[in-house]
């Protein structure tokens, strides 16, 4: 995971390549609950896991400097960090 910048020289953090792009006239939420299938463009990075499920999140920083990372509506738990490749194993 490393920042990549945009047209405009605006760094932004991929996830899984792919650099989320909010858009404020089409937020998340309301359109999720107003459809009974969800389907988002890949640069809004929503994940449908099912509700109830505990999922394992790994990042990998390959940028020079630290990334705060946070998620809204969550509890979450840092297991390791460190620096060097994780091997694969918690």
Known sequence: MAPRPDANGVFKWPMNNIAFQGDSANPV??????????????????????????????????????HPMHLHGHDFLVLAQGAGTWDGSI
């Open 29 to 66: 939420l309301p359109f999720a609950i107003a459809q009974d299938s969800i389907a988002f463009p890949p640069e809004r990075n929503v994940y449908n896991l099912g509700s109830n499920k505990t999922i394992r999140v790994i990042l990998q920083n390959n940028f020079v400097a630290p």
